[in-house]
């Protein structure tokens, strides 16, 4: 494939997410991505968003197919809720066209087994859409913690919290939502890329809430995971708390905490302590989009496999599911041994300057305000 060729997009689903990240990055992604369709079950915002990007082919979603098969599109952004995130990565799959799918990659360990086998099969790259695995702070933090600065890394915690609205996706359970799916996932794939590991043993409670808005999900979750040579993760995720988005890691001679640390709109702020000393560095707001845009892309025109990964997505979902299996049944939960695969490291950091929040088109955040 030419390298000087930019990789043809398009971006499946309008909802929140598509319209106040993915969409504005394509304009940091230029170098060699190019955004040429649309897809939705909205007519409003695929007239609207399609003539404010310029975009000149729109489809529905009763012409997925058609949009797959039509030559013009390399790649697609599976931006849609998480119970189709499967069906459009496989279909996409199935006709040659390379998939980025946001995360969770799927509901369940099988669906992302499905979806990796699908890619394998055709021969497409398939990238699980994990923003923090190009972002600075995240970055330069993992390689504080291999430097051996702050000793052996022995715990990490991490409170991720938010108020989430009546009916938003994220509390349906049709559209798979939950806690554990939207957010918590932030705090297992950190305490992965950190620790440089995966999990042994999981044990997890969870608190249902009596508010109308949590009939179908749980309102939060508190887990902890237990990793190789005795090393501890816990957290806590809630959709019925006010906003906090933090993690620390302490080692045998000193710690490291982002806060907030899993943001996409917000400068992030790193303070490390060993012994007596303190440095504070805060890292820019960025757009965090165009940076995986521009990595998958890469990917694509030089054939090289990308991290993340559909097994980096996997593994998630599967502690993701035993979690859900402990706080159900009341029972520590053992995981099977993974296989080494690549992990983030700072030679992915790619920085694309901030965008700002655009007009939004039948589309909301997840927080009542």
Known sequence: MNRKRRIRYAVVGLGYIAQAAVLPAFAHAGQNSELVALVSGDELKLQKLGR???????????????????GEVDAVYIAL??????EYSERAARA??????????????????????????????????????????????????????????????????????????????????GTLYDIGIYCINAARYLFRDEPQEVIAFRADGHEKRFREIEEAVSALLRFPEDRLASFVCSFGSSDVSAYEVVGTKGSVRLDPGFELAQQLRQTVRIGEQQRVKTFHKRDQFAPELVYFSD?????????????????DVR??????????????????????????????QITKPAVDMPKLVNASGPSPQ
Do not use: W
Not at 81 to 86: E, G, K, Q, V
Not at 322 to 340: F, H
């Open 319 to 348: 502690i993701i599911e035993a979690l859900y299996r402990s706080a159900n049944e009341g029972i520590p939960v053992q995981l099977a041994s993974q296989p080494s695969k690549k992990r983030p490291t700072g030679a992915q």
């Open 299 to 315: 990917c694509i025109l030089q054939n090289k496999d990308p991290e993340p990964s559909g097994l980096e997505g996997m593994i």
């Open 96 to 177: 040659g066209v390379h998939v980025l799918c946001e995360k969770p990659m799927a509901m369940t360990e099988a669906d992302c087994a499905a979806m990796i086998g699908a890619a394998d099969a055709n021969r497409v790259k398939l990238m699980i859409a994990y923003r923090l695995h190009f972002e600075e702070a995240n970055l330069r933090t993992i390689e504080l913690i291999a430097s051996g600065k702050l000793g052996d890394p022995r715990i990490f915690n991490s409170t991720f919290t938010m108020q989430v609205k009546e009916g938003d996706i994220r509390v349906r359970q049709e559209t798979g939502g």
């Open 52 to 70: 404010k990007y310029g975009v000149p082919r729109t489809y529905t979603y009763h012409l997925y197919d058609e949009c797959l098969r039509s």
């Open 81 to 86: 809720p998480n119970s189709l995130h499967r």
